[in-house]
Protein backbone atom coordinates (compact mmCIF):
# COMPACT_ATOMS: atom_id res chain seq x y z
CA UNK A 1 0.00 0.00 0.00
CA UNK A 2 2.96 2.32 0.95
CA UNK A 3 4.28 2.03 -2.60
CA UNK A 4 0.83 2.52 -4.12
CA UNK A 5 1.04 6.17 -2.34
CA UNK A 6 3.54 8.09 -4.63
CA UNK A 7 1.49 6.49 -7.65
CA UNK A 8 -1.53 7.92 -6.27
CA UNK A 9 -0.44 11.38 -5.34
CA UNK A 10 1.28 11.38 -9.15
CA UNK A 11 -2.37 10.90 -10.31
CA UNK A 12 -3.77 13.61 -8.43
CA UNK A 13 -1.41 15.96 -9.49
CA UNK A 14 -2.00 14.75 -12.81
CA UNK A 15 -5.81 15.14 -12.55
CA UNK A 16 -5.29 18.84 -11.12
CA UNK A 17 -2.67 19.76 -13.56
CA UNK A 18 -5.74 18.83 -16.03
CA UNK A 19 -8.20 20.31 -14.84
CA UNK A 20 -6.53 23.77 -16.45
CA UNK A 21 -5.46 22.76 -19.57
CA UNK A 22 -7.90 22.37 -23.03
CA UNK A 23 -11.09 23.93 -22.75
CA UNK A 24 -11.83 23.11 -19.13
CA UNK A 25 -14.94 21.58 -19.64
CA UNK A 26 -15.13 20.40 -16.41
CA UNK A 27 -15.23 23.95 -15.22
CA UNK A 28 -17.77 25.06 -17.75
CA UNK A 29 -19.66 22.64 -16.37
CA UNK A 30 -19.67 23.91 -13.28
CA UNK A 31 -20.12 27.62 -14.31
CA UNK A 32 -23.28 26.30 -15.76
CA UNK A 33 -24.98 25.53 -12.60
CA UNK A 34 -24.11 28.94 -10.94
CA UNK A 35 -26.02 32.39 -10.49
CA UNK A 36 -25.47 34.86 -13.59
CA UNK A 37 -22.38 36.56 -12.55
CA UNK A 38 -20.51 33.69 -12.00
CA UNK A 39 -21.50 32.82 -15.64
CA UNK A 40 -20.37 36.06 -17.06
CA UNK A 41 -17.74 36.17 -14.95
CA UNK A 42 -16.38 32.53 -16.98
CA UNK A 43 -17.67 34.02 -20.38
CA UNK A 44 -15.94 37.16 -20.09
CA UNK A 45 -12.66 35.43 -19.21
CA UNK A 46 -12.70 32.97 -22.13
CA UNK A 47 -14.24 35.77 -24.45
CA UNK A 48 -10.15 37.44 -23.42
CA UNK A 49 -9.14 34.43 -24.47
CA UNK A 50 -10.43 33.07 -27.65
CA UNK A 51 -9.13 36.32 -28.95
CA UNK A 52 -6.01 34.01 -29.35
CA UNK A 53 -8.19 30.94 -30.44
CA UNK A 54 -8.40 29.71 -27.20
CA UNK A 55 -11.26 28.56 -24.48
CA UNK A 56 -9.96 28.61 -21.23
CA UNK A 57 -10.66 30.93 -18.33
CA UNK A 58 -7.60 30.16 -16.79
CA UNK A 59 -5.63 31.74 -20.05
CA UNK A 60 -8.24 33.93 -20.31
CA UNK A 61 -7.24 35.34 -16.76
CA UNK A 62 -3.24 34.85 -17.60
CA UNK A 63 -4.53 37.07 -20.73
CA UNK A 64 -6.18 39.52 -19.06
CA UNK A 65 -3.12 39.93 -16.28
CA UNK A 66 -0.55 40.28 -18.41
CA UNK A 67 -2.88 43.45 -20.51
CA UNK A 68 -2.61 44.92 -16.96
CA UNK A 69 0.63 44.84 -17.19
CA UNK A 70 1.70 46.55 -20.28
CA UNK A 71 -1.27 49.02 -19.24
CA UNK A 72 -4.16 49.02 -16.81
CA UNK A 73 -6.20 51.74 -18.66
CA UNK A 74 -6.35 49.72 -21.94
CA UNK A 75 -7.01 46.25 -20.18
CA UNK A 76 -9.93 48.19 -18.02
CA UNK A 77 -11.39 49.16 -21.78
CA UNK A 78 -10.64 45.73 -22.86
CA UNK A 79 -12.90 43.99 -20.15
CA UNK A 80 -15.46 46.52 -20.71
CA UNK A 81 -15.88 45.94 -24.36
CA UNK A 82 -15.73 42.27 -23.57
CA UNK A 83 -18.56 42.59 -20.92
CA UNK A 84 -21.15 44.60 -23.04
CA UNK A 85 -20.08 42.25 -26.14
CA UNK A 86 -20.89 39.37 -23.93
CA UNK A 87 -24.19 41.16 -22.18
CA UNK A 88 -25.44 42.61 -26.02
CA UNK A 89 -25.21 38.83 -27.31
CA UNK A 90 -27.45 38.09 -24.30
CA UNK A 91 -30.08 40.46 -24.75
CA UNK A 92 -29.99 39.97 -28.22
CA UNK A 93 -30.92 36.29 -28.03
CA UNK A 94 -27.72 34.94 -29.48
CA UNK A 95 -27.14 31.06 -29.12
CA UNK A 96 -26.35 30.44 -25.27
CA UNK A 97 -23.36 27.39 -26.49
CA UNK A 98 -21.81 30.81 -28.11
CA UNK A 99 -21.74 33.03 -25.61
CA UNK A 100 -20.31 30.76 -23.11
CA UNK A 101 -17.47 29.76 -24.98
CA UNK A 102 -16.63 33.58 -25.68
CA UNK A 103 -16.97 33.77 -29.13
CA UNK A 104 -19.64 36.79 -28.34
CA UNK A 105 -17.08 39.13 -26.45
CA UNK A 106 -13.66 38.54 -28.06
CA UNK A 107 -14.30 41.12 -30.68
CA UNK A 108 -15.21 43.34 -27.95
CA UNK A 109 -12.21 42.62 -26.33
CA UNK A 110 -10.15 44.31 -29.25
CA UNK A 111 -12.57 46.83 -29.89
CA UNK A 112 -12.22 48.61 -26.35
CA UNK A 113 -8.26 47.61 -26.09
CA UNK A 114 -7.53 49.13 -29.65
CA UNK A 115 -10.06 51.84 -29.19
CA UNK A 116 -7.98 53.07 -25.67
CA UNK A 117 -4.71 52.28 -27.68
CA UNK A 118 -4.88 54.33 -30.87
CA UNK A 119 -7.03 56.97 -28.53
CA UNK A 120 -4.49 60.29 -28.19
CA UNK A 121 -6.26 61.62 -24.84
CA UNK A 122 -4.61 60.49 -21.73
CA UNK A 123 -5.29 57.76 -19.67
CA UNK A 124 -8.23 57.32 -17.43
CA UNK A 125 -10.35 59.77 -19.70
CA UNK A 126 -13.17 58.25 -18.82
CA UNK A 127 -15.51 59.53 -21.71
CA UNK A 128 -14.11 57.37 -23.58
CA UNK A 129 -16.12 54.36 -22.55
CA UNK A 130 -18.81 55.97 -24.35
CA UNK A 131 -18.02 55.18 -27.50
CA UNK A 132 -15.82 51.84 -26.49
CA UNK A 133 -19.82 50.49 -25.10
CA UNK A 134 -21.57 51.36 -27.99
CA UNK A 135 -18.77 49.70 -30.53
CA UNK A 136 -18.87 47.19 -28.37
CA UNK A 137 -22.73 46.35 -28.57
CA UNK A 138 -22.49 46.09 -31.89
CA UNK A 139 -20.10 43.75 -32.36
CA UNK A 140 -22.80 41.08 -31.75
CA UNK A 141 -24.48 41.93 -34.49
CA UNK A 142 -22.00 42.72 -36.99
CA UNK A 143 -20.53 39.29 -36.19
CA UNK A 144 -24.40 37.70 -36.84
CA UNK A 145 -24.64 39.71 -40.30
CA UNK A 146 -21.16 38.35 -41.38
CA UNK A 147 -21.87 34.66 -40.08
CA UNK A 148 -25.04 34.44 -42.18
CA UNK A 149 -22.69 34.88 -45.13
CA UNK A 150 -19.82 33.18 -44.34
CA UNK A 151 -21.61 30.41 -42.84
CA UNK A 152 -22.92 29.72 -46.53
CA UNK A 153 -19.25 28.08 -46.64
CA UNK A 154 -18.70 27.34 -43.05
CA UNK A 155 -16.44 29.96 -42.53
CA UNK A 156 -15.52 31.45 -39.20
CA UNK A 157 -15.93 35.57 -38.95
CA UNK A 158 -12.58 35.69 -37.16
CA UNK A 159 -12.32 39.60 -36.33
CA UNK A 160 -14.31 41.08 -39.25
CA UNK A 161 -16.60 42.47 -36.97
CA UNK A 162 -13.57 44.36 -34.66
CA UNK A 163 -12.20 45.32 -37.68
CA UNK A 164 -15.17 47.03 -39.56
CA UNK A 165 -16.26 48.85 -36.24
CA UNK A 166 -12.84 50.34 -35.20
CA UNK A 167 -12.41 51.66 -39.01
CA UNK A 168 -16.06 53.12 -38.38
CA UNK A 169 -14.90 54.90 -34.41
CA UNK A 170 -11.71 56.29 -36.27
CA UNK A 171 -12.69 57.27 -39.50
CA UNK A 172 -15.59 59.39 -37.63
CA UNK A 173 -13.80 60.76 -35.39
CA UNK A 174 -9.74 61.38 -37.10
CA UNK A 175 -7.08 63.11 -34.89
CA UNK A 176 -8.35 66.29 -34.86
CA UNK A 177 -11.67 65.75 -32.76
CA UNK A 178 -12.56 67.30 -29.91
CA UNK A 179 -13.89 64.66 -27.71
CA UNK A 180 -12.26 61.43 -29.18
CA UNK A 181 -9.02 62.28 -31.26
CA UNK A 182 -7.16 59.49 -32.54
CA UNK A 183 -3.57 58.99 -32.99
CA UNK A 184 -2.31 60.70 -35.55
CA UNK A 185 -0.84 57.78 -38.17
CA UNK A 186 1.41 59.26 -41.51
CA UNK A 187 1.02 58.10 -44.81
CA UNK A 188 4.28 55.92 -45.33
CA UNK A 189 6.29 57.69 -48.13
CA UNK A 190 9.49 55.63 -47.54
CA UNK A 191 9.11 52.14 -47.20
CA UNK A 192 12.58 51.67 -47.66
CA UNK A 193 15.01 53.56 -45.62
CA UNK A 194 18.35 53.34 -46.79
CA UNK A 195 20.12 53.22 -43.87
CA UNK A 196 18.43 49.78 -42.78
CA UNK A 197 20.64 46.73 -43.33
CA UNK A 198 21.37 43.83 -41.44
CA UNK A 199 24.39 44.76 -40.28
CA UNK A 200 22.98 47.21 -38.07
CA UNK A 201 20.33 44.88 -36.36
CA UNK A 202 20.29 44.42 -32.58
CA UNK A 203 19.86 40.80 -32.10
CA UNK A 204 18.62 41.06 -28.51
CA UNK A 205 15.84 43.81 -29.53
CA UNK A 206 14.99 41.11 -32.84
CA UNK A 207 14.80 38.06 -30.16
CA UNK A 208 11.99 40.42 -27.70
CA UNK A 209 9.95 40.78 -30.89
CA UNK A 210 9.25 37.03 -30.93
CA UNK A 211 6.99 37.69 -27.80
CA UNK A 212 6.08 41.03 -28.30
CA UNK A 213 4.65 39.80 -31.76
CA UNK A 214 2.49 37.34 -30.06
CA UNK A 215 1.26 40.67 -27.25
CA UNK A 216 0.62 43.16 -30.36
CA UNK A 217 -2.18 40.41 -31.21
CA UNK A 218 -3.81 43.11 -28.28
CA UNK A 219 -2.02 46.10 -28.93
CA UNK A 220 0.54 45.28 -26.20
CA UNK A 221 4.53 46.13 -27.03
CA UNK A 222 5.73 44.70 -23.69
CA UNK A 223 7.35 41.27 -24.06
CA UNK A 224 6.37 40.62 -20.34
CA UNK A 225 2.64 40.97 -21.51
CA UNK A 226 3.64 38.43 -24.58
CA UNK A 227 5.54 35.88 -22.58
CA UNK A 228 2.27 36.05 -19.96
CA UNK A 229 0.24 35.44 -23.28
CA UNK A 230 2.49 32.75 -24.52
CA UNK A 231 2.21 30.96 -21.02
CA UNK A 232 -1.89 31.20 -21.18
CA UNK A 233 -1.52 29.34 -24.33
CA UNK A 234 0.75 26.72 -23.23
CA UNK A 235 -1.33 25.77 -20.46
CA UNK A 236 -4.32 25.00 -23.24
CA UNK A 237 -2.75 24.24 -26.04
CA UNK A 238 0.88 23.36 -26.24
CA UNK A 239 0.45 23.02 -30.07
CA UNK A 240 -1.22 26.75 -29.83
CA UNK A 241 2.03 27.84 -28.13
CA UNK A 242 4.14 26.35 -30.82
CA UNK A 243 2.74 27.77 -33.37
CA UNK A 244 2.19 31.54 -32.23
CA UNK A 245 5.80 31.14 -31.85
CA UNK A 246 6.49 30.09 -34.91
CA UNK A 247 4.27 33.15 -36.69
CA UNK A 248 5.72 35.40 -34.81
CA UNK A 249 9.19 34.90 -36.13
CA UNK A 250 7.79 33.74 -39.27
CA UNK A 251 6.61 37.72 -39.21
CA UNK A 252 9.95 38.86 -38.54
CA UNK A 253 11.95 37.49 -41.08
CA UNK A 254 9.02 38.45 -43.82
CA UNK A 255 9.83 41.83 -42.41
CA UNK A 256 13.72 41.29 -42.50
CA UNK A 257 13.54 39.86 -46.36
CA UNK A 258 11.39 42.99 -47.39
CA UNK A 259 13.51 45.57 -46.13
CA UNK A 260 11.04 46.89 -43.20
CA UNK A 261 12.22 49.86 -40.64
CA UNK A 262 14.09 47.42 -37.84
CA UNK A 263 11.35 50.04 -35.18
CA UNK A 264 8.46 48.00 -36.74
CA UNK A 265 9.78 44.69 -36.35
CA UNK A 266 11.18 45.12 -32.72
CA UNK A 267 7.47 46.77 -32.20
CA UNK A 268 5.88 43.37 -33.24
CA UNK A 269 3.76 44.72 -35.80
CA UNK A 270 5.60 42.47 -38.30
CA UNK A 271 4.30 39.69 -36.57
CA UNK A 272 0.60 39.97 -34.87
CA UNK A 273 -1.24 38.92 -37.87
CA UNK A 274 1.33 35.93 -38.69
CA UNK A 275 0.70 34.79 -35.27
CA UNK A 276 -2.95 34.66 -35.77
CA UNK A 277 -2.89 32.96 -39.21
CA UNK A 278 -0.53 30.13 -38.25
CA UNK A 279 -2.56 29.48 -35.46
CA UNK A 280 -5.62 29.53 -37.14
CA UNK A 281 -4.03 26.88 -39.98
CA UNK A 282 -1.71 25.10 -37.95
CA UNK A 283 -4.84 22.91 -36.04
CA UNK A 284 -7.58 25.09 -35.14
CA UNK A 285 -9.70 25.01 -38.28
CA UNK A 286 -7.41 22.17 -39.85
CA UNK A 287 -6.27 18.71 -38.51
CA UNK A 288 -2.70 18.92 -37.97
CA UNK A 289 -0.59 16.97 -39.82
CA UNK A 290 2.67 17.73 -41.38
CA UNK A 291 0.75 19.16 -44.31
CA UNK A 292 -1.20 21.33 -42.47
CA UNK A 293 1.72 22.24 -40.64
CA UNK A 294 3.63 23.24 -43.48
CA UNK A 295 0.55 25.24 -44.47
CA UNK A 296 0.59 27.15 -41.28
CA UNK A 297 3.96 28.31 -42.07
CA UNK A 298 3.31 28.99 -45.71
CA UNK A 299 0.10 31.16 -44.21
CA UNK A 300 1.90 33.25 -42.13
CA UNK A 301 4.75 34.49 -44.41
CA UNK A 302 1.60 35.24 -47.08
CA UNK A 303 -0.11 37.06 -43.97
CA UNK A 304 2.83 38.93 -43.13
CA UNK A 305 3.17 40.63 -46.82
CA UNK A 306 -0.44 40.96 -46.97
CA UNK A 307 0.41 43.35 -43.59
CA UNK A 308 3.01 45.35 -45.35
CA UNK A 309 0.77 45.79 -48.15
CA UNK A 310 -2.64 46.94 -46.20
CA UNK A 311 -0.35 48.90 -43.80
CA UNK A 312 0.79 50.82 -46.61
CA UNK A 313 -2.36 51.62 -48.34
CA UNK A 314 -3.98 52.63 -45.17
CA UNK A 315 -2.00 54.53 -43.88
CA UNK A 316 -2.89 57.15 -46.45
CA UNK A 317 -5.76 57.27 -45.28
CA UNK A 318 -4.53 58.01 -41.52
CA UNK A 319 -5.77 53.89 -40.63
CA UNK A 320 -4.01 50.99 -38.83
CA UNK A 321 -3.78 47.74 -40.74
CA UNK A 322 -5.91 46.39 -37.57
CA UNK A 323 -6.45 42.62 -38.41
CA UNK A 324 -7.50 42.88 -42.02
CA UNK A 325 -4.66 41.04 -42.99
CA UNK A 326 -4.93 37.68 -40.95
CA UNK A 327 -9.24 37.97 -42.01
CA UNK A 328 -8.39 38.05 -45.40
CA UNK A 329 -5.04 35.96 -45.95
CA UNK A 330 -6.51 32.87 -43.62
CA UNK A 331 -9.77 33.22 -45.19
CA UNK A 332 -8.25 32.26 -48.23
CA UNK A 333 -6.30 29.08 -47.01
CA UNK A 334 -9.59 28.14 -45.09
CA UNK A 335 -11.10 27.78 -49.10
CA UNK A 336 -8.13 26.12 -50.83
CA UNK A 337 -9.53 22.53 -52.06
CA UNK A 338 -7.28 19.46 -52.22
CA UNK A 339 -7.47 16.33 -52.67
CA UNK A 340 -4.91 15.36 -49.65
CA UNK A 341 -6.59 13.18 -46.94
CA UNK A 342 -3.65 14.90 -44.72
CA UNK A 343 -5.19 18.27 -45.42
CA UNK A 344 -8.51 17.58 -43.33
CA UNK A 345 -10.94 21.17 -42.55
CA UNK A 346 -13.22 20.40 -39.71
CA UNK A 347 -16.66 21.62 -39.62
CA UNK A 348 -17.17 24.79 -37.49
CA UNK A 349 -19.50 22.89 -34.94
CA UNK A 350 -16.60 20.58 -33.90
CA UNK A 351 -13.81 23.07 -34.02
CA UNK A 352 -12.11 23.16 -30.42
CA UNK A 353 -8.07 23.10 -29.50
CA UNK A 354 -5.83 21.11 -31.78
CA UNK A 355 -5.41 18.18 -29.38
CA UNK A 356 -9.10 17.84 -29.15
CA UNK A 357 -9.53 17.96 -33.33
CA UNK A 358 -6.50 15.43 -33.58
CA UNK A 359 -8.92 13.00 -31.34
CA UNK A 360 -11.96 13.43 -33.01
CA UNK A 361 -10.01 13.48 -36.64
CA UNK A 362 -8.89 9.77 -34.81
CA UNK A 363 -12.52 8.56 -34.09
CA UNK A 364 -13.81 9.27 -37.47
CA UNK A 365 -11.48 7.36 -39.01
CA UNK A 366 -11.54 4.47 -36.99
CA UNK A 367 -15.28 4.44 -36.92
CA UNK A 368 -14.80 4.47 -40.80
CA UNK A 369 -12.62 1.67 -40.66
CA UNK A 370 -15.17 0.03 -38.64
CA UNK A 371 -17.72 0.08 -41.50
CA UNK A 372 -15.85 -0.54 -44.03
CA UNK A 373 -14.83 -3.82 -41.83
CA UNK A 374 -18.55 -4.78 -41.80
CA UNK A 375 -19.25 -4.30 -45.17
CA UNK A 376 -16.55 -6.28 -45.93
CA UNK A 377 -17.96 -9.33 -43.62
CA UNK A 378 -21.47 -9.06 -45.15
CA UNK A 379 -22.72 -12.50 -46.48
CA UNK A 380 -23.59 -12.32 -50.17
CA UNK A 381 -27.42 -13.56 -49.39
CA UNK A 382 -27.63 -9.92 -47.69
CA UNK A 383 -25.30 -8.42 -50.12
CA UNK A 384 -28.00 -9.16 -53.14
CA UNK A 385 -30.83 -11.15 -51.42
CA UNK A 386 -32.16 -11.48 -55.21
CA UNK A 387 -29.51 -14.36 -55.86
CA UNK A 388 -32.03 -16.34 -53.74
CA UNK A 389 -34.53 -16.46 -56.64
CA UNK A 390 -32.35 -18.33 -59.36
CA UNK A 391 -31.93 -21.21 -56.59
Same mark, same amino acid.
Given at each position: ???????????????????????????????????????????????????????????????????????????????????????????????????????????????????????????????????????????????????????????????????????????????????????????????????????????????????????????????????????????????????????????????????????????????????????????????? #? $???? @??? +? *????? /???? !???????????????? #? $???? @??? +? *????? /???? !???????????????????????? +?????????? !?????????????????
Amino acid at each position: MENDRPSNEKFRLFRAVAFFTGDMQACGDWVNRQVLVIQLLDWMLRGVAQVMFVNNPFSGLLIAAGLFLQNPWWALNGLVGTFVATVSALLFGYKRDAISAGLQGYNGTLVGMLMAVFSAKEAWYWWLLLPNAFMSMLCPLVSGAFSSVASKWDLPVFTLPFNVLLYLHMAATGASHPFFPEVAIQPKLNLHPSNVSILSLDFQKLAHAVPVGVGQVYGCDSPWTGGLILLALLVSSPIICLHAVIGSAAGILSGLALAAPHRDIYMGLWGYNSVLSCIAIGGVFYVL #T $WHTH @LLA +L *ISAVF /SAYM !ASAISNLMSVFGLPAC #T $WPFC @LST +L *IFLLI /SSET !AAICRLPLSVVSFPEKNQRYRRQQ +LQASEEEKQQ !ASHVPDDELCPMLSCWD
